[in-house]
């Protein structure tokens, strides 16, 4: 083969690695209404198992952020899908809580350490026809994965046998496959002679301050967004809509992830000043959307509201990060980023619980409209903070 196609070859592997690591962590999706009729669940276990996930990554984000620099980006990789394999090996044991927690937690790291090391390898494996497109490829792989997720397991579950175990032993064949294609890869990283692993320190200097706080409000909002489809949107798919369809419930939330992606890749052909405010616009409009999905139970105002809203996280995101980034001392970028994701991650698991909470207490519905609410407060407050700020600046 010859050396063009071979690095080419090397290139997608591994961006398809990172597709089969997202993949795993929103397998559950789906399949949360079948444990709940099994296992006997509440709303609120079932969003503490799942905000268990973000535990793991910003565990794994403070503690192994900078050790793919120190020790290479293979041994890195291949740690991450090994925690990935033992996330659907807890899942496959099931059968209770602790196995599933154990499993998200799990999980939650195999995601916390791909997040970061995969999209530099992607970037850094690159051969030069792709070199433009590496970043667009990593960011289609990280949020493709986790959209293709629910669908997968959805459509597995709905129409195939097994339905609590034949997507986990699916995805360890090929987390299989995947490790060796990590294993071919070469390494990309320039190791020193002595590794210095340190746990990655969370602050935001004062200077950055005004960029900081009004990108992780409309991040923590769309974020949480995410977490409300990939947790609860079962749930709203079954009580409220009256749809049980595992394959249906997986194509909502896949229609969500692929929008973000969209988002985030269309948002450089804004105006650098608009792209912010877009993103927080559509997540007001998003979000409505939903909120008036739920209380007319209308299954096309759901699907219009995750695209919306989706395109708007997916815009607020990488708008959020541009700008955070840009106003960061070069030698402080890797605290300041990490400050940011551990924000965005509490963002996807700390609301969701209270939606548990007040879907166990006052019901399903008025506990979605009253997050709806709080999610457009957000975006507006991160809105009206940017406008702020721009009139000072002026």
Request: with cysteine; hydrophobic share 60%.
């Amino acid at each position: 083969m010859p050396e063009a196609d071979r690095s080419a070859s090397v290139f997608f592997a591994v961006a398809l690695t990172f597709v089969v690591t997202m993949m795993g962590t929103t397998l559950p999706t789906p399949l949360y209404p079948i444990y709940q009729d099994q296992l006997g669940f509440s709303q609120l276990i079932i969003t503490v198992i799942f905000a268990a996930y973000a535990v793991g990554v910003i565990g794994a984000l403070i503690v192994t952020g900078s050790w793919s620099d120190q020790i290479g980006r293979r041994p890195m990789l291949l740690a991450g899908l090994a925690f990935s394999a033992a996330s659907a090996c807890a899942f496959l044991w099931g059968g209770g809580l602790a196995p599933l927690l154990i499993g998200r937690v799990l999980s939650g790291i195999s995601a916390g350490i791909f997040t970061g090391t995969a999209t530099v390898a992607v970037v850094e494996l690159a051969p030069a026809a792709w070199a433009g497109s590496a970043t667009l490829i990593a960011t289609a792989a990280n949020m493709g994965g986790l959209g293709f997720g629910p669908l997968f397991a959805g459509v597995l579950a709905q129409y195939l046998p097994a339905p609590l175990a034949l997507c986990f032993i699916v995805d360890l064949l090929l987390i299989a496959f995947a490790a060796v294609a990590v294993m071919r890869a070469p390494e990309t990283a320039h190791r020193p002679e002595r590794a210095r692993l340190r746990i990655q320190s969370l602050r935001v200097p004062a200077p950055v301050r005004g960029v900081f706080v009004p990108a992780a409000i409309a991040g923590f909002a769309g974020f949480a967004v995410l977490g409300l489809f990939t947790a609860i949107a079962p749930a709203f798919m079954g009580e409220i809509l009256g749809y049980s369809n595992h394959a249906l419930t997986g194509a909502v939330v896949f229609a969500l992830f692929i929008a973000s992606t969209l988002g985030q890749t269309g948002q450089s052909r804004l105006p650098e000043s608009w792209r912010l405010p877009v993103g927080c616009a559509g997540l007001i409009a998003g979000i409505g959307l939903v909120a008036s999905a739920i209380l007319g139970s209308s299954l096309t105002l759901l699907v219009c509201g995750a695209l919306v809203a989706g395109v708007g996280q997916g815009v607020a995101f990488r708008a959020g990060m541009g700008a955070v980034t840009a106003a960061s001392p070069a030698a402080r970028r890797g605290e300041v980023a990490s400050t940011f994701f551990v924000v965005l991650y509490i963002a996807i698991s700390i609301p969701v619980v209270g939606i548990g909470v007040a879907a166990d207490t006052i019901g399903l519905r008025a506990a979605g409209i009253g997050f709806s609410i709080a999610v457009a407060g957000l975006a507006a407050t991160a809105l009206v903070s940017l406008v702020i700020r721009r009139r000072a600046i002026a």
